[in-house]
Each structure stands twice: as structure tokens, then as C-alpha cells.
């Protein structure tokens, strides 16, 4: 990725001419509106209404030489195109964006920011992902006291006029909903336990129909970051889904889950030969490839692609969310051995 294109505000543009005019009364008077009104400064683009400009405010005075936008239209890699400038001497620091207008995202900021990849483990999390303090939206991702390497980081929630809607996430307060049971699974195969959550659906029972069945890797992110049980609830009170029984599989810590999950053929073998078995022994659920679906996020995208043409005869279909098809790291050959064998 290369420099950014350096954008305009209006907003701020006529703050820096009132101020090198001389009115000094300007800067504290565009404080109070943002602080009343909250950030970032979005600004309407004359003559497309798709699009808008949206200013991300840091207010930092003191020995200062960066700070820098995470996530986001920043995204997590070349921080150093996405430094905030200065306002002159003041203490206003700014970035502009021209972004569509149903965006929706997350976002922190970074003072003094060493600059380096997001994954740079000497960096301490806690100090360099901040949330805004103009803004009063967050998203908080929290500390998973079984896991020490899973640190709570407060996100803000940048969220423009037009972003769509999201009804399935909120909870109803009327109607039926599901329970998720909390269990360990030790894994002969992989030498290590985890976690396994698992969402039965409201009205389970034995005696009906094997219910559909849903593999979700990261089992703590769609606990926490995603509420799933709520998703889930709110898909089948309406009929969008049928009634299925979710496993929302967890991972030791990352460096295991960064081992298993980019198409490591021993995590297919757990999985077809330890988790499957286990979740058919307890749980009330299809044995139809057709009924069943493997999914994730990131890593978890490209692993439910994998583990899907590694076991087409469990899983017939594959969910895969941002999938990390970035990685190309073959160690095995197990992407080729994988397609050859689709």
C-alpha cells in the first residue's frame, strides 16, 4: 500500500484560517462542539451522496511525535500512512477519509506509535490500541480469564448515516431462546484440551428430527465479539434457518490456533475423528454432509475451506468470513494436496 492521499476538511480547514487570523477563541469553541456532538467530524461531499468525509480528532498536547489510526479505513498494516497531522501549534491533531456512506467499523488510536506491524508482540496492546474519547460508541472485546493472552481492548464504533441495519444481533426480550453449554475436550491427536462451547437451540429435544449442525472455529470471538446464541435465536424464532445445533470450538492460546488452523491436515484429523464423534455422541445431530457447515473467521475462514475439501464427507458446505487467503506459507503442500484431491 502506498502514501494515502491527503484529504481536506472544510471543517478544519476554515478552523486553521480563524486561527492564523488571530481568533484564538476558535479552537476552544470547536472543541465544545465536538465534545457535544462526538467524533469523528463527518462532512457531506458536494454533489455525491454516497460518499463522505470523515475526520478522525485526537486532542494531545506534551511531548508528542505520532499518533496513529487503527483499524478502521486505516485497516492494521502501514501505520505510517496513517499518521494524524497536527493543526499548526495547537493541540488538535486530524485525518481525513472519504468514505462510503453505509460504512460501519471499528477503530483505536496509537500516541506515539513505534510504527511496526500490528502483530509486533513488544508493543503493549493496552497502550497502543486507545479508544476515542470523543466518542461515546464502543466495542469492547474482553479479557478472556482463561487465556492471559487475550487482553481486553476497547474498540469505537465508527458507524456513517447510511449503514444498514442489524436486527439480528439484538436480543427479544419475548420468545423462546436457546442455551449454550460449556464443555473440555482433551484431543489424543493434537496432544492439548480447549474449550467447546455448544448452542442448543430453544425447544431441543431428542425424540424429533436430527437437528442441522454448525462448526464455528474461535469459539471465544463468537461468544464474545459476535453475539452468536442471539444471531442464531433471532434467524430461527423468524424462520430464516432451521433449528440447529452450533459448536463454537475454542483454541489452547495463539500460538496453537496459529499452528492449527492455516490448513494443518492433524486438525482435520481431530476434527473428523475426536470432535465429530463426540458431538454426535452427545447432541442430537445430522450425520448429512448437506446439513452440516464448518466456518470462521480470518484464519478460521481459510481452516473451514480447508477442513471442508479435506472432509467433504462430514462437511458439505463451508463458511468463510474475511478468510486469511492471503496465506501461502505450504509447508506441507496441503492447499495443493487439498485441491487435487476436491
Given at each position: 500500500?502506498?502514501?494515502?492521499?491527503?484529504?481536506?476538511?472544510?471543517?478544519?480547514?476554515?478552523l486553521?484560517?480563524?486561527?492564523?487570523?488571530?481568533?484564538?477563541?476558535?479552537?476552544p469553541?470547536?472543541?465544545?462542539?465536538?465534545?457535544?456532538?462526538?467524533?469523528?467530524?463527518?462532512?457531506?461531499?458536494?454533489?455525491?451522496?454516497?460518499?463522505?468525509?470523515?475526520?478522525?480528532?485526537?486532542?494531545?498536547?506534551?511531548?508528542?511525535?505520532?499518533?496513529?489510526?487503527?483499524?478502521?479505513?486505516a485497516?492494521?498494516?502501514?501505520?505510517?500512512?496513517?499518521?494524524?497531522?497536527?493543526?499548526?501549534?495547537s493541540?488538535?491533531?486530524?485525518?481525513?477519509?472519504?468514505?462510503?456512506?453505509?460504512?460501519?467499523?471499528v477503530?483505536?488510536?496509537?500516541?506515539?506509535?513505534?510504527?511496526?506491524?500490528?502483530?509486533?508482540?513488544?508493543?503493549?496492546?493496552g497502550t497502543?490500541?486507545?479508544?476515542?474519547p470523543?466518542?461515546?460508541?464502543?466495542?469492547?472485546?474482553?479479557?478472556d480469564?482463561?487465556?492471559?493472552d487475550?487482553?481486553?481492548?476497547?474498540?469505537?464504533?465508527?458507524?456513517?448515516?447510511?449503514?444498514?441495519?442489524?436486527?439480528?444481533?439484538?436480543?427479544?426480550?419475548?420468545?423462546?431462546?436457546?442455551?449454550?453449554?460449556?464443555?473440555?475436550?482433551r484431543?489424543?491427536?493434537?496432544d492439548?484440551?480447549r474449550?467447546?462451547?455448544?448452542?442448543i437451540?430453544a425447544?431441543?429435544?431428542?425424540?424429533?428430527?436430527?437437528y442441522?449442525l454448525?462448526?464455528?472455529?474461535?469459539?471465544?470471538?463468537?461468544?464474545?465479539?459476535?453475539?452468536?446464541?442471539?444471531?442464531?435465536?433471532?434467524?430461527?424464532r423468524?424462520?430464516?434457518?432451521?433449528?440447529?445445533?452450533?459448536?463454537?470450538?475454542?483454541?489452547?492460546?495463539?500460538?496453537?490456533?496459529n499452528?492449527e488452523?492455516?490448513?494443518?491436515?492433524p486438525?482435520?484429523?481431530?476434527?473428523?475423528?475426536?470432535?465429530?464423534?463426540?458431538?454426535?455422541?452427545?447432541y442430537?445431530?445430522?450425520?448429512e454432509?448437506?446439513?452440516?457447515?464448518?466456518?470462521?473467521?480470518?484464519?478460521?475462514?481459510?481452516?473451514?475451506?480447508?477442513?471442508?475439501l479435506r472432509?467433504?464427507?462430514?462437511?458439505?458446505?463451508?463458511?468463510a468470513q474475511?478468510?486469511?487467503?492471503?496465506?501461502?506459507?505450504?509447508?506441507?503442500?496441503?492447499?495443493?494436496?487439498?485441491?487435487?484431491?476436491?
Amino acid at each position: 500500500m502506498g502514501a494515502q492521499q491527503t484529504l481536506i476538511s472544510p471543517r478544519i480547514t476554515s478552523l486553521q484560517q480563524l486561527l492564523l487570523s488571530g481568533n484564538i477563541a476558535a479552537l476552544p469553541a470547536f472543541w465544545r462542539e465536538i465534545t457535544q456532538q462526538g467524533a469523528p467530524l463527518m462532512e457531506a461531499i458536494e454533489g455525491d451522496d454516497k460518499h463522505a468525509l470523515v475526520t478522525f480528532l485526537w486532542r494531545e498536547e506534551g511531548d508528542t511525535h505520532n499518533i496513529v489510526i487503527w483499524g478502521g479505513p486505516a485497516g492494521l498494516d502501514h501505520p505510517e500512512d496513517h499518521q494524524m497531522t497536527r493543526l499548526l501549534e495547537s493541540d488538535l491533531w486530524y485525518k481525513t477519509y472519504r468514505l462510503q456512506t453505509d460504512l460501519r467499523g471499528v477503530y483505536t488510536f496509537s500516541v506515539n506509535d513505534p510504527l511496526t506491524k500490528s502483530g509486533d508482540e513488544s508493543v503493549d496492546v493496552g497502550t497502543r490500541f486507545l479508544p476515542d474519547p470523543l466518542n461515546s460508541h464502543q466495542f469492547v472485546y474482553h479479557k478472556d480469564e482463561e487465556r492471559p493472552d487475550r487482553q481486553e481492548v476497547v474498540f469505537s464504533i465508527l458507524e456513517l448515516p447510511d449503514a444498514p441495519a442489524q436486527p439480528w444481533i439484538v436480543p427479544q426480550s419475548d420468545g423462546a431462546k436457546g442455551q449454550v453449554e460449556v464443555h473440555r475436550l482433551r484431543s489424543h491427536i493434537l496432544d492439548n484440551e480447549r474449550r467447546v462451547w455448544v448452542y442448543i437451540p430453544a425447544g431441543y429435544a431428542k425424540n424429533v428430527e436430527l437437528y442441522h449442525l454448525l462448526l464455528l472455529f474461535d469459539g471465544w470471538s463468537y461468544i464474545d465479539l459476535i453475539p452468536t446464541p442471539t444471531i442464531l435465536d433471532n434467524l430461527i424464532r423468524e424462520g430464516m434457518i432451521p433449528p440447529l445445533v452450533t459448536v463454537l470450538l475454542d483454541h489452547p492460546d495463539q500460538e496453537t490456533r496459529n499452528r492449527e488452523l492455516p490448513c494443518h491436515q492433524p486438525f482435520v484429523d481431530f476434527l473428523t475423528q475426536e470432535l465429530i464423534p463426540w458431538v454426535r455422541e452427545h447432541y442430537h445431530v445430522t450425520n448429512e454432509p448437506a446439513q452440516t457447515i464448518v466456518g470462521g473467521s480470518s484464519y478460521g475462514g481459510l481452516a473451514a475451506v480447508f477442513v471442508g475439501l479435506r472432509a467433504s464427507e462430514i462437511f458439505g458446505n463451508m463458511l468463510a468470513q474475511s478468510g486469511s487467503f492471503w496465506w501461502d506459507k505450504d509447508p506441507e503442500g496441503d492447499i495443493q494436496a487439498a485441491y487435487s484431491q476436491a
